[in-house]
């Protein structure tokens, strides 16, 4: 059954009717008495990261999709306070799941859509057995020290990227559009927190990197969303959230984003508790 990307739809399916619901702390206290909150886990880089870090908020560049505005609230793990000052960083696929950077790529199979047979064919439906590694299947060029494999940037595009700085509520808001999918990924965004960076020229240059993290969406809002005529594939059977190995085997449970309405705006949101004294496992290596 053909499902319609509705506002009745979407509270049904996504809220139980509820329009809007505010952000979660999970809060534990310390010895002390002082209040801390549970350490987000972290997920994969990907092979599709670019140091390009433009300031902006408004990621979309025309690209035709779900109109999403994307809420993130940042707080210290360590005393469960908003944490300012940080520079937060997205990215992710368009509707037919291409990341710019890498749009000649295919997003429906390894390497320029060459099937596991060799040919330039589709790939089978789905995850293959054992599920897929990281990030799309990519024109790779090694990573160090046992790290996936990274992908080698075919083009200066920047849709569908960009980073914000948090405020003195530890907030940040983006306008993008509700990702697409590709071979062995379910719908996701991508993202990555600085500290102790600056503005340069429009862009975020320095710092170091304390979280590496994946943005998940409720299993009924991507369904719903990819109805849409902009997310329309053939040929590529979408990967759903309980198959997505990243979100499988890296706690990707903790990551689901709040959907909600704001007037006629789907909005998803999502609290990160980060160690600003950390340094991410993924800028390790």
Not at 61 to 67: D, R
Not at 217 to 230: D, Q, V, Y
Request: a positive charge; hydrophobic letters at 35%.
């Amino acid at each position: 059954m053909k499902i319609t990307w509705n506002r009745r739809h979407f509270l049904q399916m996504c809220l139980g009717g509820i329009a809007a619901l505010p952000f979660f702390r999970i809060a534990r206290a310390l010895p002390d008495g002082r209040p801390a909150c549970r350490l987000s886990a972290e997920q994969t880089e990907g092979p599709y990261y670019l140091d390009r870090a433009l300031m902006r908020q408004d990621i979309t560049e025309g690209k035709p999709g779900l109109p999403l505005a994307l809420r993130l609230e940042v707080l210290d793990s360590r005393t469960c306070r908003p944490l300012s000052d940080t520079a937060l960083e997205i990215w992710h696929c368009d509707a037919q799941g291409l990341y710019s950077g890498f749009t000649r790529m295919s997003p429906g199979g390894p390497s320029m859509g060459l099937s596991p047979g060799g040919a330039h064919g589709t790939p089978p439906p789905g995850p293959p057995p054992g599920g897929m590694p990281p990030g799309p299947p990519p024109g790779l060029a090694g990573g160090p020290h046992g790290a996936p494999p990274k992908s080698v940037p075919t083009d200066e595009l920047t849709f569908l990227r960009g980073v914000q700085i948090t405020d003195a509520r530890g907030m940040v808001a983006f306008h993008t559009i509700f990702p697409g999918y590709y071979a062995g990924r379910c719908n996701h965004i991508h993202l990555k927190l600085h500290t102790g960076g600056q503005m340069q020229d429009g862009h975020y240059r320095g710092g170091k990197v304390v979280h590496t993290g994946q943005l998940f969406f409720p299993e009924a809002a991507s369904l719903a969303a990819m109805s849409g005529e902009a997310y329309r594939r053939h040929g590529l059977e979408r990967t759903t959230l309980t198959q997505d190995n990243v979100y499988a085997s890296q706690h990707g449970s903790g990551s689901i984003a709040t959907m909600s309405l704001d007037g006629s705006m789907h909005v998803a949101t999502l609290t990160l508790a980060v160690d600003p004294t950390a340094t991410s496992r993924e800028s390790i290596g």
